[in-house]
């Protein structure tokens, strides 16, 4: 009927309008889920292989430096106060503290490794022991840093065997290191947390020392 009142022409181009109009509809015939769409599946994929690859943080922002269970030299975001002092031909165990941006005490032991890396899941085996201190920049003619300290492990192994319980003296996910005196002056320490063999965070200001 178009036929005979328009001519061929408009049954042509009645003809082709028909059928783009149905290319067009045959894909939203199909199902539209996350499933059947390529793209979706990708990205999902990518995000989990980025969050499974993300290398382990933990996530500082500053520290305390404390003698004894208390607290001698504090810096948090850029601010700093107090300092450390040492007698000279004397040594003094010091405590590393490190905080969140709450300035919190961040516990490096629920920092866990990748499962497998040492043969745990990460649940049976703390991130703690894969953090270590790096400190550089300061006179060694002045003082002395020991970072690992034979006498001082063994003090605190007998102790545990002993069952001492010492209240307050508790040093949690502090990392030690030992200071010594070797003759009068000032000189200042560079602090950094050591991840494995990468730095997870960088003091901004550097650690004032005393010898007297």
């Known amino acids: 009927m178009f036929t005979r009142f328009y001519g061929s022409g408009f049954s042509v181009a009645f ?17 539209c889920g996350e499933d059947d769409n390529p793209i979706v599946d990708d990205d999902h994929d990518h995000d989990h292989e980025h969050e499974a690859d993300a ?40 405590h590393v503290h ?24 990460d649940h049976d085996h703390g991130g703690a022991e894969a953090f270590s201190l790096s400190l550089t920049g300061f006179d060694a003619s002045i003082i002395a840093i020991h970072l690992d300290d034979p006498e001082h492990e063994e003090e605190h192994e007998e102790e545990h065997e002993e069952g001492h319980d010492h209240e307050g ?10 200071l010594e005196g070797l003759k009068a ?24 020392v005393t010898v007297k």
Not at 15 to 31: A, C, Q, W
Request: hydrophobic residues 40%.
């Open 55 to 94: 290398p382990l943080h933990a996530d500082a922002d500053g520290f305390n430096l404390e003698i004894n269970g208390e607290v001698v030299y504090h810096q948090h975001q850029g601010h700093h106060e107090g300092g450390l002092t040492v007698e000279a031909g004397e040594e003094i165990e010091v």
């Open 98 to 121: 490190f905080l969140d941006a709450n300035e919190a005490e961040l516990h490096l032991d629920e920092v866990a490794l990748p499962p497998g890396e040492d043969g745990h899941d």
């Open 185 to 208: 002056g000032t000189t200042t320490i560079k602090l950094q947390l050591l991840h494995g063999d990468h730095p997870d965070f960088t003091a901004a200001l550097a650690i004032p």
């Open 169 to 178: 003296e508790e040093h949690g996910d502090a990392l030690p290191f030992g």
């Open 15 to 31: 003809s082709r309008l028909m059928l783009l109009i149905f290319v067009s509809v045959l894909p939203l015939m199909g199902g």
